[in-house]
């Protein structure tokens, strides 16, 4: 932790003048961007006393070892300089915003003397009933103007209400017949809530009641020759028509069913509900719940069917409910949901059809539903800075780790042997710093040997680029690179000025897996002479805790912020892995004669399969005939002509419905 007062610049070296400034850390690496107008006056304000300064502000100054600055002429350039620094160096410390915007629903105050519809984002007031939740609220628009024709709710803010009623006037949509006017006593409050009732039934999917009446008014009025109200009751019937068609039908049987999904990890579980009514999507529901107890899939729905319906009864209570897998006494459930309703309720498992196809909708839903709130959690700074005090207290570090690194092996039977590097810095995922490794020292499956392997290639890196810097004495070298990584100049440094990624040093490694990965890596970095960089391991199946040398591992409790933190580096290490593993699995069986000739690249390869049109016909092909693909010199002809020469043919693929062999061209031979 530096003192801002080390790197202070003197009041007289400040200039007076609009400009962008920069502190970067230890490593010069770019920690926070800002502007002012007045570069002198702005930056005076950083190097305050700590305890008047904001605790974000304070640990971004003590973090810092020097600061910068460039001076503009306006206060635009300033903008737009802060902005095009803030792109390049994602500093850590800088404001990153995301889309908070929460869905939109269509919402009847029944709460209210005279209830009122209208849009409501946000958390869920007692006493109103919302449907939805629409993708836009210009949707949620279109459908009420519809349905106020038949239902003229007031839509009116409070404020308005209270002036309409002061001068004794409607509003606009009072005079055109879009709102009963309850405000100037058009109707009672009784005669108005009746109308919110009726709405909510319509939109909750008993629309045949009100379609039925209105039809039967229409041809009652045809015949008593009132054609302009027989008229404008077909025009009421077409404008509810049109709203139902808003809601499109998922299932054909007008099934009136609930669909529940969950998506879960060791920690969370999302839920999701989808209402189905006269087998439309008439509302949609979920939350995020914390697994503080050990259930499966089976508790989690018992759970979430006890929420859903512990205090509903009647028709709230559908004919049908859909779930991933029956609680464990699914009969003591249907009963008690029965009982709720007042009728049978059937509670299955869809196995087949619309409905099957529905429960994976709702399912895909519950899953972005618990990526968005590990997101949300995970990018909130006092959430953050909670779970990185936690695991500092739990492994007795000096500070928190503002940088930790980690590290997983993956493998398919021994073959592919890949590992994954990813970095987490202030409890956010770095994406341009994650490295992958193939793992060379040896043939097979060893993860221990590989994790041992994969660390000291990491940390010899970071002590090479400090050797080219002066800073560090490099042991003795050995063997083994990074893929992807570009060899440091001779200053260690880009060519833009940046230190190399693997200049900086992680305040702690974590690695996938328990005592022997743990001891591994810490033996890899003993061996490297580093001392001052902290290790654990996370063990999967009881997510435990363990550290260098000690027989017992830290338990965290399910709820720490420290142990979300630590599951969340690890799993993503662990995709991350996977995912190099399968795409040089994927490559190897896709690799062809072609690829092992010298100075043949892949554009090349592909106008050679363009113009023969396979493998085989090209290994018919003279030298001649090789040459005429644009590109290709006779040296290369030659070369291409003897790989193929001597390789051999690829065993012929068959099709298992015919038997025939499939030839290389797409034919086929008896």
């Not at 001076?71 to 635009?76: A, M």
């Not at 909750?204 to 009100?210: D, F, L, P, Q």
Request: charged content about 30%.
């Amino acid at each position: 932790m530096a003192d801002p007062s080390s790197y202070r610049p003197k009041p007289g070296q400040i200039p007076d003048s609009p400009g962008v400034y920069k502190f970067r850390d230890e490593h010069r690496r770019v920690i926070y961007v800002g502007k002012a107008k007045s570069l002198r006056q702005r930056l005076a304000n950083y190097f305050q006393p700590l305890t008047s300064l904001h605790p974000r502000t304070a640990t971004m100054v003590t973090t810092a070892a020097s600061v910068e600055w460039t001076v503009v002429s306006t206060e635009v350039e300033a903008l737009q300089l802060e902005y095009s620094w803030i792109k390049e160096f994602d500093p850590r410390f800088n404001v990153k915003y995301r889309d908070d915007k929460s869905y939109p629903y269509l919402a009847v105050t029944l709460n209210e003397e005279f209830p009122r519809v209208q849009v409501m984002r946000g958390h869920k007031k007692k006493g109103v009933r919302y449907f939805g939740p629409y993708a836009h609220a210009w949707a949620i628009r279109e459908t009420v103007d519809l349905m106020l024709r038949v239902f003229p709710v007031r839509t009116c803010s409070a404020g308005v209400f209270r002036n309409a009623a002061s001068a004794g006037r409607p509003c606009l949509l009072g005079y055109i017949g879009k709102c009963s006017a309850p405000c100037v006593g058009r109707v009672s409050a009784e005669e108005h809530r009746e109308l919110a009732e009726e709405f909510c039934d319509f939109m909750a999917g008993r629309t045949g009641t009100y379609l039925r009446r209105l039809e039967k008014q229409m041809m009652i009025a045809a015949e008593d020759m009132e054609y302009e109200k027989a008229a404008r009751l077909r025009d009421d019937i077409g404008a509810l028509r049109k709203a139902m068609e808003k809601n499109a039908v998922v299932l054909a049987d007008a099934t009136d069913a609930d669909l529940i999904a969950l998506a879960e990890d060791e920690l969370e579980a999302a839920v999701q509900i989808f209402h189905v009514r006269g087998g439309r999507v008439r509302g949609q529901r979920g939350w995020v719940t914390d697994k503080v107890e050990a259930v499966d899939t089976a508790g989690l729905v018992e759970h979430a069917l006890q929420q859903l319906y512990g205090e509903e009864s009647g028709d709230a209570v559908p004919k049908e409910v859909l779930v991933p897998a029956l609680p464990e006494d699914a009969g003591a459930v249907s009963a008690w949901l029965s009982g709720r309703r007042g009728s049978q309720v059937s509670l299955r498992v869809p196995q087949r059809g619309d409905k099957k196809d529905l429960m994976e909708t709702v399912a895909r839903n519950a899953q972005q539903a618990l990526v968005l709130h590990k997101t949300k959690r995970a990018s909130d700074l006092t959430t953050r800075s909670r779970a990185l005090e936690e695991i500092a207290e739990a492994l007795d570090l000096d500070a928190a780790p503002l940088r930790i690194e980690c590290f997983d092996i993956s493998h398919l039977q021994g073959e592919d042997v890949v590992a994954s590097m990813v970095v987490f810095e202030d409890g956010l995922p770095r994406k341009s710093e994650y490295r992958r490794f193939q793992i060379k020292g040896f043939e097979g499956q060893d993860d221990v040997r590989s994790m041992h392997e994969v660390i000291s290639r990491r940390f010899r890196r970071y002590l090479a680029e400090k050797e080219k810097t002066g800073e560090w004495d490099l042991p003795a070298e050995g063997g083994g690179g990074v893929d992807g990584e570009v060899p440091a100049d001779a200053d260690g440094r880009d060519e833009d000025g940046r230190p190399k990624r693997f200049a900086y040093p992680p305040q702690l490694v974590v690695v996938d897996g328990g005592q022997p990965q743990v001891a591994a890596a810490r033996r890899a970095l003993d061996e490297l002479g580093i001392d001052d960089i902290a290790v654990c391991g996370l063990a999967k199946r009881l997510e435990e805790v363990w550290l260098p040398g000690e027989d017992d591992p830290v338990v965290l409790p399910r709820t720490s912020e420290g142990l979300y933190l630590l599951q969340r580096v690890r799993d993503t290490a662990h995709d991350f892995a996977i995912r190099y593993q399968r795409s040089k699995r994927s490559k190897r069986i896709r690799t062809s004669p072609l690829d092992a000739i010298p100075g043949l690249g892949e554009t090349r390869k592909q106008a050679l399969i363009k113009h023969f049109g396979s493998v085989k016909r090209l290994r018919q092909a003279t030298i001649e005939q090789i040459c005429e693909v644009p590109g290709m010199g006779r040296k290369t002809a030659e070369a291409v002509a003897v790989a193929l020469a001597q390789a051999a043919p690829a065993a012929p693929a068959v099709n298992t419905a015919t038997g025939e062999i499939m030839e290389d061209d797409g034919g086929t031979t008896a």
